[in-house]
């Protein structure tokens, strides 16, 4: 008895939060998820589960990150190839409607719009008598990425404890009683298609299943098994039929193991069945003290890199779907910290190397045709996802991003030859596991070549963040191909001779003079792309000494493209023509990636195109879908205007769903973004933009707090990346930089930019541009002086130092 009661003790400690435990990085609640938006995720990268807490039913959601309907297979459309020269004709003559029109007949897909993300299924215990508790409480502890909960039946407390474990490959369950002989349940799983689920032996619930076809793609390839393994300590568990009954348990362990067939994009080879067997067999040889230990271990490695501390109020001590219905009205800085580390911890939990990447709902989802089919739409969302991966410190997350950027190399060459006679690969705006890259949904959304352009650019990105020559190498022959199709796709428009992309679109935005049609050549977002593409092919290539010749073509058609444009009300145009609508609040501000995430844009360099831009971001308004506030939050910060950022990050923390039900863009009780429905995007597009307010390295030098808000009067923050293999801590008062930390790990000039004067060992002032090799911006501007007043719109002091750094220097700054 006594050993029995200190066992629930040291779990319940592990739940134990609300007014008597520091639940700063926790969300909690009062009361079982009624809705999927209320339970709380956990994943491992490949598992995921949301856990509804409820004590008498209770529903644990599964998710295996391969299960896909579909099977290998390929959407393009041979006809475009004959048909590309009419459809640029008809472009070019501003016959927009004719030209749509043949896209949609030659170009668009007729095998399949992408298959659908499905649900494992649930696993459902149900508890006889639990019908009267009290004294609820649940919990998702972001420190530890586990989920818990705890109530009272007749005296009796109960405790729950959930999480998935990246080293044992499960989802494991703690049910504990603090009375021997208490815990009895019935536990059974179900799938809302046709599985088979049988018991093996008395203590293993298994399910099997495929899934289907859908639209004109075979289906029953991809095999599935959950395994469902119950230990129960004291009392005895037994079969009875598809059911496991397990009774006057002291405690019990659950653990949930699943497996798929699936190897690769275009390999079904796998035994799901000894894959799903191997880890149930491997776990049970661990104490349950032990798998927990490994878990949280092995998080806290990634999440413990970054600390936000933005202050805490008497408002933090409320349960969380009451802070975000009352953030707006009130003072709660410590919510906004905790919605940073949660969309680290979402990062963590639904990205792992080795695995799929984060789709359009990371990881999570209940249905089997969810919206939009939770595919990887590459037009914004799959970039966004992966915002925050080097900046928030969490760079080995960013892995699956890139296998699938390589793999995407593979499948789209066949799409480039095919349909475009061209070199390279190209990828249109959406893609799925099976990796498809030819164009869907209809030529006003899909009609966008441009996929492979965007995604380039993170595996730049981690170059810039790292400096690994060997990643560099890797990745090179992806983006050297990128840039060839390119090469060979550009069309001279017959106005100004530019090069432009022709067809595409400004990604799901018509212009006002022709709103049924979506079909144009040289959108603005399009020559932003591929600016960044090809300097940064030229300059991989100089850094690898490799392909001079491709480098000169490539600087010789960046010469050619067209220049952004700034239209008849000072807006930053969207299209090649001014053609902008003042009152277009579309979700989309596609035209403003030259701003962000690129650095096209700057107060320093560009100021003309600066002032456009923030002009744009005026008009486009700022409440929206979830994924779009995301995004303007980080446009605010790098317009340097911290408090517009706020005001956006306020809109994004607004409930999701209204008293009357009904729905919109904002957060939802279990602090998922809201589209509506459910996005992880806003989530990441969010987080990165917070870190985006107090650190940024794209324009020339680190700079320290670039756009605080007034509301964070004090606080700090430890660990965040910049460019050129630095790592930042800062801490702040009054609204002023106090003292900063800067950690190199490669070496090199370390140029800062700050709001005030700054002191440091070896600090001098800055002159010209800042000889770091990561820093190099794509204009040359005139140097700062040190306590000039900035550009628009902030109206402040510009401070500018350099200081040389070895690999592993520590540089302790302090304000001057």
């Keep these: 008895m006594r050993s029995l009661l200190l066992s629930f003790l040291v779990l319940a400690a592990i739940t134990d939060a609300g007014a008597q435990a520091d639940t700063r990085l926790k969300l909690w609640y009062k009361q079982p998820a009624k809705q999927w938006v209320e339970a709380l995720p956990v994943g491992n990268g490949r598992l995921g589960a949301m856990v509804f807490g409820d004590p008498v039913a209770e529903t644990i959601q599964l998710n295996e990150n391969t299960i896909w309907a579909g099977s290998p297979y390929r959407n393009d459309n041979p006809d475009a190839r004959e048909a590309l020269p009419e459809v640029r004709k008809l472009i070019f003559e501003g016959k927009y409607g004719e030209a749509q029109d043949i896209i949609n007949a030659k170009f668009i897909s007729k095998i399949s719009n992408g298959m659908p993300y499905q649900t494992a299924g649930n696993l459902k215990l149900v508890f006889p008598g639990h019908e009267n508790y009290s004294d609820y409480y649940r919990e998702l502890d972001i420190e530890r990425a586990v989920v818990s909960s705890r109530y009272n039946v007749k005296g009796v407390n109960y405790s729950t404890t959930v999480f998935s474990s990246y080293p044992d490959q499960v989802i494991a369950v703690r049910i504990s009683a603090d009375k021997p002989r208490s815990v009895s349940f019935t536990a059974s799983l179900n799938r809302p298609s046709k599985v088979n689920v049988y018991t093996a032996g008395n203590d293993v619930l298994v399910m099997e299943g495929r899934t289907n076809d859908f639209e004109s793609v075979k289906g029953d390839l991809l095999r599935f098994e959950t395994r469902v ?161 080097e900046l928030t410190n969490l760079a080995e997350m960013h892995e699956p991003l890139f296998r699938m950027v390589q793999e995407l190399s593979e499948t789209g060459r066949q799409t480039a030859r095919d349909m475009y006679g061209a070199r390279g690969w190209v990828l249109h705006h959406n893609t799925d596991i099976w990796r498809f890259t030819g164009p869907i949904d209809g030529a006003f959304w899909g009609m966008w070549p441009m996929g492979g352009a965007w995604l380039s650019q993170h595996l730049f990105d981690r170059y810039d963040f790292s400096g690994d020559l060997n990643f560099l190498k890797s990745i090179y022959p992806v983006v050297k191909e990128a840039s060839l199709f390119f090469l060979d796709f550009l069309v001279e428009e017959p106005e100004h001779k530019w090069l432009v992309v022709a067809p595409s679109v400004s990604p799901e935005n018509a212009p006002q003079v022709h709103p049924k049609y979506s079909i144009s050549a040289g959108t603005t977002m399009d020559n932003q792309l591929l600016f960044d593409l090809f300097s940064k092919t030229v300059k991989a290539s100089k850094i690898l000494k490799v392909d001079n010749d491709l480098a000169v073509r490539l600087e010789a058609a960046l010469k050619r493209l067209p220049p952004m444009q700034t239209g008849k009300w000072g807006q930053l145009q969207e299209w090649m023509y001014d053609w902008d609508n003042p009152k277009d609040n579309h979700r989309h501000v596609s035209h403003l990636y030259g701003l962000y995430p690129s650095n096209q844009i700057s107060p320093f360099r560009t100021p003309e195109l600066f002032s456009a831009a923030r002009t744009s971001l005026v008009a486009r308004g700022d409440e929206s879908t979830g994924w779009s506030m995301g995004w303007k939050v980080n446009l605010w910060a790098r317009l340097l205007d911290g408090d517009h950022a706020f005001k956006l990050i306020t809109d994004q923390l607004s409930p999701a769903i209204q008293p009357t039900g009904r729905q919109r863009g904002g957060t939802y009780p279990n602090l998922f973004d809201s589209h509506p429905p459910f996005q992880i995007d806003g989530n990441f597009g969010c987080t990165a933009g917070i870190a985006e307010m107090l650190l940024q390295s794209h324009d020339g030098a680190i700079h320290l707090l670039p756009a605080l808000p007034g509301v964070w009067k004090k606080g700090s923050v430890k660990g965040l990346r910049a460019r050129g293999g630095f790592e930042t801590d800062i801490e702040w008062e009054n609204g002023e930089l106090t003292s900063a930390t800067i950690r190199s790990s490669l070496g090199g000039i370390c140029r800062i930019r700050s709001y005030v004067p700054l002191r440091a060992k070896g600090l001098k002032p800055a002159k010209g541009q800042n000889p770091n090799p990561f820093y190099r911006t794509p204009d040359i501007a005139k140097p700062l002086i040190n306590g000039e007043i900035s550009p628009l719109p902030v109206q402040r002091k510009i401070y500018e130092y350099d200081i040389p750094t070895r690999k592993g220097s520590v540089i302790k700054i302090t304000k001057g």
């Design 229 to 389: 393994k119950i230990i129960p300590s004291g009392g005895r568990v037994a079969a009875a039929d598809t059911v496991l009954n397990v009774s006057d348990a002291d405690n019990v362990t659950i653990y949930i193991s699943i497996g798929t067939n699936f190897k690769k994009y275009n390999d079904l080879g796998g035994d799901a069945s000894q894959k799903a067997d191997s880890y149930l067999r491997e776990v049970v040889k661990k104490d349950f003290s032990r798998v927990i230990e490994d878990h949280v271990a092995d998080y806290r490695k990634f999440f413990n890199r970054v600390t936000l501390d933005l202050g805490i109020t008497e408002a933090a001590g409320k349960p969380t779907d009451q802070r975000v219905e009352q953030f707006a009205k009130s003072d709660d800085p410590q919510l906004v910290s905790l919605y940073f580390q949660f969309g680290r911890y979402l990062l963590i939990s639904s990205s792992r190397p080795g695995g799929q990447p984060a789709n359009l709902q990371g990881i999570w989802n209940y249905q089997l045709t969810p919206s939009w089919d939770s595919k990887y739409t590459v037009n914004i969302n799959t970039e966004m996802n992966y915002w925050p991966a």
